[in-house]
């Protein structure tokens, strides 16, 4: 027994010394991933400006070939007449020719330049997101192993159903990631970017009303609109954490609500038929229903091109049932399935498999390219009740 206790002692100075060593690594990850966002804003705005460059420059190459053409035609004919005409006249016509000439080589070169430094532009920015989305899914891993190995691990090694009940904890910290990392994106591509606009746009102002009042408060009203654009998102994303409506409404009253806020924001026309329910409905199940319908929902809105949704809810006996079907694009499940578990993280398809097969569901999803998508889900209504087989 005493030997026991050392080993365990032992096991806990190893642990916390490896968990250390991880945290080391993660943060070096997290800092190159950092480094490569602040890189990739300045990238844009690089592109931008030779695009814009480009744009003008291309202008100019069209307007100097047309000249050079039109000069080569009046020295063609000018030529026929030599004889007769006034050579000064020639020689000027032809020198302004070689230099419009000139002029249109050195502005080819300058637009094939800039084509190959946007080109590789475009190139670095595509690498750094696919290196961003390693570095987000090589911490995602980490956590959930930080996640394990900071709990209880030698109750979780002395357990006699170890593997069922490591495999649930896992579980359950991979979803706490996968929540974690959809709301750090969504922060980062809505109000951080506003805000961080709005910051620059502060000192743009200072200098405009130096200038120029009326300006300036021209300028604070756009700035006042980004603040604004920065708060709805906001408070949509603290909507989508805990919906007021699912506290205060109930399951169905939330989801049409939902319903009503996408129909009214892309032109899909959802149609809903959901069953009304008196009983009692775990709040986790509640919970876990809203989110997938929202999941199923955003995935149409961003990727199906759908223009009509049906979706049906109903009770029946201890379980939920909803079926979702759009006459969308489709797409190739079990091609995408694989391709999200390469990526290493669980967000749309693989997130709503995870969920429904976390709380003891069913989840059946049809779809072929040209055909739509239909969703066929089934829940327990409490958590209690015997999961499927």
Do not use: W
Not at 149 to 156: A, H, Q
Not at 244 to 256: F, H, P, T, V, Y
Not at 318 to 344: A, P, S
Request: proline share 1%; charged share 35%.
């Amino acid at each position: 027994m005493v030997y026991t206790k050392y080993s365990d002692i032992n096991i806990k100075e190893i642990v916390n010394d490896v968990i250390e060593e991880i945290n080391f690594g993660k943060s070096k990850i997290f800092n190159i991933a950092d480094k490569m966002r602040d890189e990739i804003e300045l990238k844009k705005e690089e592109l931008k400006t030779i695009k814009t460059k480009l744009s003008i420059v291309i202008d100019e190459v069209d307007y100097l070939e047309k000249l050079d053409k039109s000069m080569r035609l009046k020295l063609v004919e000018e030529s026929k007449k030599m004889i007769n005409s006034n050579q000064d006249y020639f020689k000027n016509i032809y020198e302004e020719a070689l230099d419009i000439r000139v002029k249109y080589i050195t502005k080819q070169s300058e637009e094939k330049e800039l084509i190959l430094k946007r080109d590789e532009l475009e190139r670095a920015l595509r690498g750094y997101k696919v290196s961003i989305e390693e570095a987000e899914s090589a911490v995602n891993q980490i956590n959930i192993a930080l996640g394990y190995l900071e709990g209880n691990i030698l109750d979780g090694l002395k357990s006699n159903n170890e593997n069922s009940r490591m495999l649930n904890e896992i579980n359950i910290l991979e979803n706490q990631e996968i929540e974690r990392r959809r709301i750090a994106r969504e922060i980062h591509d809505g109000p951080a970017q506003y805000i961080a606009n709005a910051i620059m746009r502060i000192d743009f102002c200072k200098m405009v009303i130096k200038k120029d009042l009326e300006e300036g408060i021209k300028e604070l009203d756009d700035l006042k609109t980004n603040v604004k654009m920065a708060l709805k998102e906001v408070r949509g994303i603290i909507y989508d954490l805990r919906p007021l409506s699912l506290e205060e409404r109930g399951l169905n009253e939330a989801i049409k609500e939902m319903i009503n806020i996408i129909s009214t924001e892309n032109s899909i026309k959802i149609n809903v038929d959901i069953e009304s329910y008196d009983g009692e409905i775990d709040k986790i199940i509640q919970i876990a229903a809203y989110r997938i319908v929202q999941e199923i929902l955003n995935n149409m809105k961003k990727h199906s091109k759908a223009n009509i949704v049906d979706l049906r809810f109903n009770y029946i006996k201890d379980y939920i049932y909803f079926f979702v079907q759009d006459d969308g694009i489709g797409f190739n499940v079990k091609e995408t399935l694989i391709n999200t578990k390469k990526k290493g993280n669980c967000y749309g398809l693989l997130g709503i498999y995870e969920r429904v097969k976390s709380l003891g569901g069913r989840i059946d999803i049809r779809s072929s390219l040209g055909e739509g998508t239909t969703y066929k889900i089934k829940l327990p209504i409490d958590r209690k009740v015997k999961k499927d087989e």
